[in-house]
């Protein structure tokens, strides 16, 4: 069954009629032609598909399309200023945070998510003190980073990457 | 998957008419659950009534003291909610110990509740399953079974419910509200899921078009000091082999009362009560938690594949009421 929707995408509106069975991962990059967001898995394991849905972090293979009539999403590629690339993709290319380069959109959309987690003082599972201040470790860093695997296993210089820019803001 | 309609719910009431008078109807919750299994064929609703859309996202306090949680409230934002965090932390680590970010930003209180256990064959629709198709029988039992239940299974289906929220809320002794087509019911959480019994396809009380709205928590003073447990195969991301939610309220070197639920133990989130009544008015030492584990394991029935569950649960229920009575003793 064929729905009208519109999606707000990296600064766009954009109309579209996607049957009602669509994810919206599907619909971005199919309908949309929006590639960034990548199909890892299809059900929710690998964080490849990850973009900031409604300004926070989300997969979107396991969300129906027809369910987000008129959100906001924000992809990996949405990220950056015409050119002018976004810190954690800068920080990426700087400490070397990938190989193939499959599951980056995905960790970079999650990560700009996360450090809005952690700068609304939101704890994590390894967080000591569920009341007090975050303070982005490592150990942090990567549990909350534990939705977005990497084949690849760039996780050591991914870490690198999102610590750099948490000091930045002042978060790590 | 197959087609379906698909409808926003703008009241409460609309969403219970449309699935209850709708036999294929299905509501939908972040979807993290449900689209999974409309893509993996276990679930194949011809209309979606989508309630994300209800002013049900809120965390109230109760004037006796209490909680009540909103069923469309998201996992990442009960979790990281200052009453819970500072009145209730198991249910905050619990709920931190579940999935990953992302979908912990999706994942809502209701479907959190709902969701179907991860038994593999479950899952794989060319296999025989009671609890998807009643009667086929049950490929686990005999099969792989290391994640299966050590407690309260039957011969027709031995699988766990997944909940790690859920483990910690029953812990807490939480009330289901629940809004049916002929008003509003209350549900002790406890009672809110089944054992598998003659008819594991049934996972809850709940009925067709049955809309959970709130989960209510009751004042637990002591419950500042608690904890939530989950032991898995990798250190994030995975669902768990056993989990222990706990609360210990010590005086002077005696467990005055304590709360203890079990996940990845059985059909649903696990109240131990044995271990309960066996710590209440105890010592506060080793010997006496490990008399309480042993009291509610005592019942525990082990498959091929998962003896290891029962020492599991002894030790880690064992750690978590040392380190809480570790806490309560400056
Ligand atoms: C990769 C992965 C890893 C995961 N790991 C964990 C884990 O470690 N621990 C854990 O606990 N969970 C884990 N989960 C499960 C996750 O927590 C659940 O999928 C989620 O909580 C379901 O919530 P939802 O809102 O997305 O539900 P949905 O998928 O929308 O719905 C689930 C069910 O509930 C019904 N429903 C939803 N809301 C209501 C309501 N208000 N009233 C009546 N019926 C309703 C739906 O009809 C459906 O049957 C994981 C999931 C994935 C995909
Ligand atoms: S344990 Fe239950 S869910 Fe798993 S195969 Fe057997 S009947 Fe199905
Ligand atoms: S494609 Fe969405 S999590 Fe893997
Ligand atoms: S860089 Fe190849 S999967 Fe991560």
């Known amino acids: 069954m064929d729905a009208r929707i519109t999606l707000h995408v990296d600064g766009v509106a954009r109309s579209l009629t996607v049957d009602t069975r669509t994810s919206l991962l599907d619909a971005l990059r199919d309908h949309l032609g929006a590639m960034s967001p990548k199909k890892g898995c299809d059900h929710g394991q690998c964080g490849a598909c990850t973009v900031l849905l409604d300004g926070r972090r989300a997969t979107t293979c396991l969300a129906f399309a027809v369910a987000h009539d008129g959100a906001t999403i924000i992809t990996a590629q949405g990220l950056a200023n015409g050119d002018g690339l976004h810190e954690m993709q800068r920080a990426f290319l700087d400490h070397d945070g990938f190989q193939c380069g499959y599951c980056t959109p995905g960790q970079i959309c999650s990560a700009v998510g996360m450090l809005e987690e952690a700068e609304a003082g939101h704890p994590s599972h390894v967080t000591q003190d569920l009341t007090g201040p975050v303070v982005l470790t490592d150990d942090e860093i990567r549990e909350r980073m534990s939705g977005n695997l990497c084949r690849c296993g760039a996780y050591v210089n991914i870490v690198a990457a999102i610590r750099e820019v948490a000091r930045k803001e002042g978060s790590a | ?330």
């Not at chain 2, 709708?22 to 194949?44: Q, Y």
């Not at chain 2, 929220?165 to 289901?176: E, Q, S």
């Not at chain 2, 447990?229 to 056993?242: E, N």
């Open chain 2, 1 to 330: 998957m197959n087609p379906f309609a698909y409808e926003r719910a703008s009241n409460a009431a609309g969403a219970v008419a449309a699935v209850a008078g709708h036999p294929g109807a299905a509501f939908l919750g972040g979807g993290t659950n449900l689209v999974d299994h409309m893509r993996l064929g276990v679930a194949s609703p011809d209309l979606l009534v989508d309630i994300t859309k209800l002013p049900f996202d809120r965390v109230e306090e109760l004037p006796s003291g209490g909680v009540r949680i909103g069923a469309g409230v998201r996992n990442s934002d009960l979790a990281a909610d200052q009453l819970i965090r500072s009145r209730y932390p198991m249910l905050s680590q619990a709920l931190l110990s579940g999935a990953s970010g992302q979908l912990r930003n999706l994942a809502t209180t209701g479907g959190n509740l709902l969701q179907r256990t991860r038994c593999v064959y479950f899952q794989d629709v060319t296999t025989p399953c009671n609890k998807r198709e009643p009667g086929t029988g049950c490929s686990a039992i005999g099969g792989y079974t290391r994640y299966h239940a050590i407690l309260g299974a039957s011969e027709h289906c031995v699988a766990v419910h997944p909940s790690d929220m859920a483990v910690a809320m029953v812990a807490l002794d939480a009330t289901v509200v629940v809004l049916g087509r002929l008003g509003e019911r209350r549900v002790k959480l406890v009672e809110f899921h089944r054992l598998p019994g003659d008819d594991p396809w049934q996972d809850t009380v709940l009925g067709h078009g049955e809309l959970i709205v709130a989960v209510e928590l009751p004042a637990l003073p002591f419950a500042t000091r608690s904890a939530y447990r989950k032991v898995r195969d990798r250190a994030s991301f995975a669902f768990a082999l056993v989990s222990v939610a706990a609360a210990l309220d010590v005086e002077g070197g005696t467990v005055r009362d304590a709360r203890v639920a079990l996940g990845g133990v059985a059909h649903k989130p696990w109240r131990a009560t044995q271990a309960e009544a066996a710590l209440r008015g105890a010592p506060a030492t080793a010997e006496s938690f490990r008399r309480a584990a042993d009291a509610e394991l005592a019942a525990a029935r082990p498959l091929d594949g998962n003896a290891y569950k029962i020492p599991m649960v002894r030790n880690t229920m064992v750690a978590v009421l040392r380190d809480l009575s570790a806490e309560a003793t400056p």
